[in-house]
């Protein structure tokens, strides 16, 4: 529940114009910085991952560029449409629940968008990875 709690401040946050370009750059930057490490040290960090993979250790350390995935895509969508994640009260208009579930099911995409952001991100870092170390 605590951690629900920290997601909905942070995106609540993220309304804050300064916020969010501050925050998308710290995104993009280590982002960038995965992206480095694996194309300098691409023998080490394949070897590396294929010998903690399996393990659960493994499985986060592929969270971490599905997150900065996943967030990068998120604010990117974000700065276009600002008004997503305004959470309104039902008024009492005929159409009010008509309103309220189109806001939703856009909310409910740009979220899917943003975890597909992060499943790319982390699919491209491993093709790229086995690219090169030579293992394709």
Not at 32 to 42: D, E, G, H, R
Not at 71 to 78: D, Q
């Amino acid at each position: 529940m605590e951690t629900a709690d920290n997601l909905i401040e942070m995106v609540e946050a993220l309304a804050d114009r300064r916020f969010l370009n501050r925050f998308l750059l710290l995104c993009v930057s280590l982002n960038v910085v995965c992206w480095l490490v694996t194309i300098l040290f691409a023998d080490w960090v394949f070897e590396a991952m294929s010998r903690i993979l399996p393990d659960k250790i493994g499985a986060l350390l592929l969270g971490v560029p599905f997150g900065l995935g996943m967030y990068i895509t998120y604010m990117l969508i974000r700065i276009k449409t600002p008004d997503i994640e305004d959470n309104r009260q039902l008024d009492s208009e005929m159409m009010a629940s008509f309103s309220y579930q189109a806001h939703s099911t856009k909310r409910w995409f740009v979220w899917m968008f943003a975890v597909i952001g992060g499943v790319l991100n982390v699919l491209l870092l491993i093709a790229v990875n086995m690219y090169f170390a030579d293992q394709i």
